[in-house]
């Protein structure tokens, strides 16, 4: 044990997300380490099956045969792939978002964000993949919002995504086509230029009705093999 | 080309935001002691609570950091399809939890304590009881980390946290059991301080190939 050969293949060194106060003081600043081979085992975390039920895919209604909330409702629908492209199968997708005004039904918002909340969005939602790595949801095209009036940082639309699964952890943003706003954006901007399609939504035919989106999730990881839960 | 079309491009990692809903956590456990209100049922081991403080490079505590808890059970199983341990299962206990810090960057985790076990089935490895932590919060993107319990003697030999070089960093991920439990009778109460950067860093693991 602590042979040079484990110090010297060490991790990843993170990036620091430009004018991020948070990012700046809360990245580490050392190396992470990498855990030695011979420990790595399959174990991720997985949540219990009782709570991998979830049909919140519609976000735009409070309940169904409620009014449905302002802006525009789009649909996004995509696969969740491993690594080797197979499909991440009955895995839970946690999404959440701010409304069309760019405001988030969130109290920390409530201080900052003078625009106004929308009483028939909450903005959250949650789904479990079906046999194919498939999810579709329904939910409002997010306004932009000022994230630093005294730098004048605008975030861009985007979508949160969280997908948690026996074997799989990911959490990212999607940013939809033809925003200008995305290449102001810092956090649109820590993402290497050659993957920053990655987390693009792309233009996909109408669904229902609604404008669509197409995201695709690919999770890394050689130890995030998701099995067949039974 | 056919081979580049089919090589797998990853999702880039993102952080959380300032913006996560609290219904994320409550709609998964966030005590792995208490089963569900007033439950007499138990998991088997002994109760423990984590309290664990967050900071940031300037000492600040850190309010709404998101922790995702994995452990084994008190034999040292996982409930996860790929543990293929001959050690049992517990009806109780299912090993996973989302909690949140509080505003004043606190965590208190009620559990039990988890068993050693082999790294895999036919490992001569042993890892030391340990909580397995994902880390997420506005400014960062995933952390993971294990947390280790200074009375256990196989810390000496668990291959994760001897990959450490430095004792010093190494002490870090070991939580002190506190003299006097403010946990409850019986409830073993241990603290640890998590410092996301700065003086005293707490080291974090990376789960990526090389």
Redesign the interface.
């Known amino acids: ?2 042979t040079p050969d ?2 010297q ?4 060194v ?1 990036p620091v ?1 430009v004018n ?11 190396r ?5 081979d ?11 099956a009782p ?1 991998m039920r ?1 049909g919140e895919h519609d976000l735009t209604r409070l309940a169904p045969g409620r009014p449905q909330a302002s802006g525009e409702a789009i649909a996004i629908t995509g696969r969740i ?5 197979r499909p991440v199968r009955r895995t839970l997708v ?1 999404v ?1 978002g ?1 409304n069309a005004h760019g405001r ?1 039904s ?1 109290v ?2 409530a201080g900052r964000n003078d625009a106004p909340l929308d009483p028939n969005f ?3 939602g ?1 789904l479990v993949t079906d046999d194919d790595g498939r999810y579709q949801l329904r939910t409002i095209k997010p306004g932009a919002y000022i994230a630093r009036t005294d730098i004048g940082w605008w975030r861009p639309p985007h979508v ?1 995504f ?1 997908v ?1 699964g ?2 799989v ?5 999607m940013y939809f086509p033809d925003e200008p706003l995305n290449e102001k954006d810092f ?1 649109f901007l820590i ?2 230029a050659a ?1 920053r399609d ?2 693009i939504g792309q233009p996909a035919a109408t669904h229902a009705g609604d404008r669509a989106f197409r995201f ?10 998701p ?3 039974d | 080309m056919a081979s580049e079309d ?1 090589k ?17 956590l409550t ?3 966030q005590d792995l002691w208490t089963v569900a209100p007033l439950v007499a049922h138990h998991p088997q081991g002994q109760p423990i609570v984590l309290v664990a403080r967050f900071f ?3 000492k ?1 505590p ?1 309010p ?1 950091l998101v922790v ?3 452990q084994a059970n008190a034999h040292g199983r ?6 293929q341990s001959a050690a049992p299962l517990d009806p109780q206990f ?3 939890a989302r909690v949140r810090t509080s505003d004043e960057g606190v965590l208190r985790f009620y559990t039990i304590k988890p068993g050693a076990h082999p ?2 089935r036919e ?1 001569a ?1 042993v ?1 030391a009881p340990h909580l ?1 932590l ?1 880390i ?8 993971i980390t294990q947390l280790f319990f200074d009375d256990e003697s196989s810390n000496q030999s668990d ?2 946290l ?4 430095d004792p010093r960093v190494r002490g870090r991920l070991i939580a002190r059991r506190r003299r006097t439990s403010g946990g409850g009778e019986g409830v073993g109460e241990y603290e640890i301080d998590v410092v ?3 003086e005293d ?10």
């Open positions: 044990m602590n484990i110090v293949r060490g991790g990843r993170l997300v991020d106060r948070e990012s700046e003081a809360r990245t580490p600043a050392n992470l380490y990498r855990i030695p011979a420990a790595r085992d399959p174990f991720t975390p997985c949540p219990p709570f979830a792939l491993d690594e080797d492209l946690e959440w701010a988030y969130h920390i918002d909450y903005g959250f949650r949160h969280s948690v026996s074997g952890r990911l959490v990212t943003q956090i993402v290497p993957d990655r987390v695709d999730i690919v999770i890394r990881g050689r130890f995030q093999t099995p067949d839960l | 089919l797998a491009r990853f999702t880039p990692e993102a952080t959380i935001g300032p913006f996560y809903p609290g219904a994320f709609h998964l456990p940031d490079s300037l600040r850190v709404s995702e808890l994995w996982y409930r996860h399809p790929q543990d299912d090993g996973f790294v895999r490992s490895e890892r397995r994902t997420f919060a506005s400014g960062i993107d995933r952390l291959p994760v001897q990959s450490i070089p996301l950067r700065g860093e707490t080291p974090f693991f990376d789960d990526w190939d090389g």
